[in-house]
């Protein structure tokens, strides 16, 4: 299955475990990088999502709020304060970027998502962020996972039933709109099938 995450190498000096930090020695926690559309952007993508649950019978589906994943790990709860600084770092660095949304794929047999047309910028930040691999693995944590391919998920955990009706209706369809990413969102949760919470908001510098 493609997810759009790969392992991803060194790019720079990363942080250094610290006493306390080491494998084992905290609670277990998976976190999540990403990024949400806002304003009337999220409104439409929450709208699609509710047409897609109507369309295909789906209504009492949960929707998770839109986003596009940057990244995700696991790591000791007692690690979150060094990555909290780390990751600030990196985003005090990054300008905002332009994202355009454009027309829809699948991940058979399970998922219908948004493409994103230029996935460099997201690229770039993925590359930055892989500091922090470093730090994970030697704490004694898989590697991190940082992005490869972006996309928007409008339809996921889907029978192999319903994506064989709904894929060939959306392959036809047209989407195009674009929104600005000023922030990256740092989520946490205890397992997979926990909500999630958010840790913390990084700001990118404004770009032009």
């Not at 770092?89 to 699948?106: A, H």
């Not at 319903?162 to 949760?189: C, G, I, N, T, W």
Request: aromatic residues 10%.
């Amino acid at each position: 299955m493609d997810t759009g995450l790969v392992k991803s190498p060194l790019f720079i000096s990363p942080p250094q475990a610290v006493s306390g930090e080491r494998s084992g020695r905290s609670r277990r926690v998976e976190y999540l990088l990403v990024v949400y559309p806002d304003g009337d952007m999220r409104d439409k993508l929450l709208d699609e999502q509710q047409q897609f649950s109507q369309d295909y019978g789906l209504s009492a589906t949960v929707r998770n709020k839109p986003h596009i994943t940057v990244g995700s790990f696991q790591a000791g709860e007692a690690m979150e304060d060094t990555l909290i600084r780390w990751i600030q770092r990196i985003c005090s660095l990054q300008k905002s970027f332009e994202v355009t949304l454009n027309n829809y794929s699948g991940f058979p047999p399970h998922t219908i998502y948004l493409r994103v047309q230029d996935p460099q910028p997201f690229r770039q930040l993925a590359d930055q962020l892989a500091a922090i691999d470093d730090f994970i693995r030697s704490s004694g944590w898989p590697p991190a996972e940082l992005i490869s391919n972006p996309y928007l998920s409008i339809a996921g955990s889907l029978t192999e039933h319903v994506y064989s009706r709904a894929m060939p209706d959306y392959s036809r369809k047209d989407f195009h709109d674009s929104f600005r990413v000023s922030e990256l969102v740092l989520l946490k949760r205890e397992h997979a099938f926990d909500a999630c919470k958010t840790v913390n908001i990084f700001h990118f510098t404004p770009g032009q």
